[in-house]
């Protein structure tokens, strides 16, 4: 089994920053991409970032928001910049993983809040 612990979300004003962790741990063998989703209410999920072989962004935050990882911590990051109010969801973090069973297995988040509003 593979936990993911995210961390980092919280209310901020528009044009602030923020900085989101998530933490993988459990019976990994290695991580094929981490990577981040939002969901805004009554909104289906949403593709964020991810951070793998190569890195992309939605277009929606390319130019203020950064992903990076630290994999001997099995952490990603995602740094937030000149957050706007429609960028309030709850993000969730995503990893997909070759877990010690040789599986390749893909697991979610519980989510952090982010809320941006003045």
């Known amino acids: 089994q593979v936990q993911l612990v995210e961390s980092g979300g919280g209310l901020v004003q528009p044009g602030g920053s923020l900085r989101l962790s998530c933490a993988a741990s459990?019976?990994?063998?290695?991580?094929?991409?981490m990577g981040w989703y939002r969901q805004a209410p009554g909104k289906q999920r949403e593709f964020v970032a991810t951070?793998?072989?190569?890195?992309n962004y939605a277009d929606s935050v390319k130019g203020r928001f950064t992903i990076s990882r630290d994999n001997a911590k099995n952490t990603v990051y995602l740094q937030m910049n000149g957050l706007k109010p429609e960028d309030t969801a709850v993000y969730y973090c995503?990893?997909?993983?070759?877990?010690?069973?040789?599986?390749?297995?893909?697991?979610w988040g519980q989510g952090t809040q982010v809320t941006v509003s003045s």
């Open positions: 951070s793998g072989g190569m890195t």
């Open positions: 995503n990893a997909d993983v070759l877990t010690t069973r040789r599986a390749r297995e893909n697991y």
């Open positions: 459990g019976s990994i063998l290695s991580i094929y991409a």
